[in-house]
């Protein structure tokens, strides 16, 4: 059993920075994949990045590549999602999550990395805005 809290979301002008922490509970966190999705109102939960368990392999959804990074932090039990040059249409509620998928290779994984059933655990979010 995993247990996920997110924090540091807030209300950030367009073009600033924010960053994301998600704090997990348990001693097999560095045996997980974690990933980032995001709702905005009225919207899908859609895919973000997702980083696997060494933290050596990191893939991103076209719409943040070069914005966002994701990172960990196994001594902590912590995953970050730094948010860089951030738009309006980042506006969301996030999520983090964790899923026990191996990766082979990314190659192997991508697909399924973007399904939200591919995650067994999932923290309560946290609500970003960004001001335009």
């Known amino acids: 059993q995993v247990q996920l809290v997110e924090s540091g979301g807030g209300l950030v002008q367009a073009g600033g920075s924010l960053r994301l922490s998600c704090a997990a509970s348990?001693?097999?966190?560095?045996?997980?994949?974690m990933g980032w999705f995001r709702q905005a109102p009225g919207k899908e939960r859609e895919f973000v990045a997702a980083i696997s368990s060494s933290g050596g392999t990191t893939y991103y959804a076209d719409s943040v590549k070069g914005r966002f990074t994701i990172s960990r932090d196994n001594a902590k039990n912590t995953v970050y999602l730094q948010m860089n040059s951030v738009k309006f249409e980042d506006t969301a509620v996030y999520y983090c999550a964790a899923s026990r998928l191996q990766w082979p290779s990314l190659g192997a994984v991508r697909g399924s990395l973007l399904a939200i059933a591919t995650y067994d655990y999932w923290g309560q979010g946290t609500q970003v805005t960004v001001s335009s």
């Open positions: 348990g001693r097999t966190f560095s045996s997980y994949a």
